[in-house]
């Protein structure tokens, strides 16, 4: 599975809609589409998935504002090992 799909499967899942995979530009905290604790599982849920070491508190809430951030971000870090 790519990157882009577990990061909306996982989304969709915190979010409870399918509205995160229509428009990955939507401003996920402004429109209460998450909040802190479903960031926390969906961090903890994707460094699993990911093979990552991430604890919530080392992300930023700006750097996973919308989807499409949090897909840019676990690009970088499965680049990175």
């Known amino acids: 599975m790519s990157v882009t ?3 909306l499967k996982h989304l969709e899942k915190f979010s ?3 509205q995160v995979r229509k ?3 939507i401003d996920l905290f402004g429109e209460k589409l998450l909040d802190s604790l479903a960031s926390i599982e969906l961090v903890l849920a994707l460094s699993e998935d990911f093979g990552l070491d991430l604890a919530p508190g080392e ?3 700006e750097e996973w504002a919308t989807p ?3 897909i840019d ?3 970088a870090r499965v680049k990175q090992g």
């Open 5 to 7: 799909e577990t990061v």
């Open 16 to 18: 409870g809609t399918d």
């Open 23 to 25: 428009d990955l530009n």
């Open 59 to 61: 992300i930023e809430r």
């Open 68 to 70: 499409q951030k949090i």
């Open 73 to 75: 971000y676990f690009e």
